[in-house]
């Protein structure tokens, strides 16, 4: 069973489309992490949403955490061909983070 | 600022070679971890190190080696390969912030076993 279940597994919109990505699990966390990944490059790290009901924002990218701290999501206004990746949510605490297996997004210009 | 870096970027073994995966980082991190990332398998674990001379098994461990002799590095050793090793494998170093860890991953190695 998977601990962070990722959806969908594959997007694909025209560039300016609005998307939402989820990340949930049956299982509260202290803290979540979002990462993207590109081609050819590890992944980095682009947010920690700590607090239930949380919400932070990174430019045209915004994060929710759920109010129970068990699921996620992650918001993109007016996509761009830049933000072309593999979105990685990804959980930790005193361990090595754990993973979900991901959305792979292609903005298509 | 080189962060982590992984070497080779890509490497192709025959079946039954054993190699080396170097990692090493230069942020004074205590945590180092090892993943492989396959199609539609995300990020799995295979070892992970929570300081010098310490490591342990993640969720994919069999088959490879670790050791962490100093805290900048930590090498990852495949034995005797195998096709079902080739992956692109990731190197990971990590702090503690109380709640959570902050990663910074390598550019990854890209293996193919033949």
């Known amino acids: 069973t998977q601990l962070l279940e990722q959806s969908p597994q594959f997007l694909s919109i025209q560039e300016g489309e609005n998307l939402t990505v989820y990340c949930n699990s049956s299982?509260?966390?202290?803290?979540l992490q979002w990462y993207r990944q590109e081609p050819g490059e590890g992944p980095v790290l682009l947010v920690t949403?700590?607090?239930?009901?949380e919400v932070k924002k990174l430019k045209r990218l915004t994060f929710q955490f759920g109010d129970a701290r068990k699921d996620s999501s992650l918001h993109i206004t007016a996509a761009q061909p830049g933000d072309t990746g593999l979105y990685l949510c990804?959980?930790?605490?005193?361990?090595?983070?754990?993973f979900g297996k991901g959305t792979r997004l292609s903005v298509i210009a | 600022n080189a962060g982590v870096t992984q070497t080779p970027k890509f490497q192709v073994l025959k079946t039954g070679q054993s190699m080396t995966l170097q990692c090493a980082q230069d942020?004074?991190?205590?945590?180092m971890s090892w993943y492989r990332q396959d199609p539609g398998m995300g990020l799995r674990l295979i070892h992970y190190?929570?300081?010098?001379?310490?490591?342990d098994q993640g969720e994919v461990p069999n088959g490879y080696n670790v050791s962490r002799s100093t805290t900048e590095d930590f090498p990852l050793r495949l034995l005797s390969a195998a096709p079902s090793q080739t992956s692109v494998y990731f190197c990971?170093?990590?702090?503690?912030?109380?709640?959570?860890?902050?990663?910074?991953f390598g550019q990854g190695t890209r293996l193919t076993v033949v």
């Open positions: 990971a170093s990590s702090y503690s912030t109380g709640t959570n860890q902050k990663a910074f």
């Open positions: 299982s509260v966390f202290s803290s």
């Open positions: 949403v700590v607090t239930g009901g």
């Open positions: 990804a959980v930790s605490g005193n361990t090595p983070l754990v």
């Open positions: 942020m004074n991190h205590e945590y």
């Open positions: 190190s929570v300081g010098a001379g310490i490591t």
